[in-house]
Nanobody, 122 residues
Framework: QLQASGGGLVQAGGSLRLSCAASGGTFSSYGMGWFRQAPGKKREFVGRISPSASSTYTRDFVKGRFTISRDNTKNTVYLQMNNLKPEDTAVYFC?????????????????WGQGTQVTVSS
């Protein structure tokens, strides 16, 4: 089970840190991903992190602004979002795969959090 939190309303240029706490399973062996879905748009892949955090990847549209990290002792993955823009407004979802390696496809992930709303005002 995944529980996402940390969303909210922030002005453009501000920061938020999303958390995704996992329960059940062996978190340290799961690849984790972040996705987002803006109003009226399809859900899109934001980035991912490997089980040991040795490898991370973020999409170009957030690169340099968003950072994914994890703390396996707390069974939690984070999405640090800096310099937020109005176009970052979306519901953000975390997802997990027991396969270890995680990619950009939604079907690669077996477990999903409920989503947390991020709203960036201009």
């Amino acid at each position: 089970q995944l529980q996402a939190s940390g969303g909210g309303l922030v002005q453009a240029g501000g920061s938020l840190r999303l958390s995704c706490a996992a329960s059940g399973g062996t978190f340290s062996s799961y690849g984790m991903g972040w996705f987002r879905q803006a109003p009226g748009k399809k859900r899109e892949f934001v980035g991912r992190i490997s089980p040991s955090a040795s490898s991370t990847y973020t999409r170009d549209f957030v690169k340099g602004r968003f950072t994914i990290s994890r703390d396996n002792t707390k069974n939690t993955v984070y999405l640090q979002m800096n310099n937020l823009k109005p176009e970052d407004t979306a519901v953000y979802f975390c997802a997990a795969t027991p396969q270890g390696y995680s990619g950009a496809g939604e079907l690669e992930y077996d477990y999903w959090g409920q989503g947390t709303q991020v709203t960036v005002s201009s």
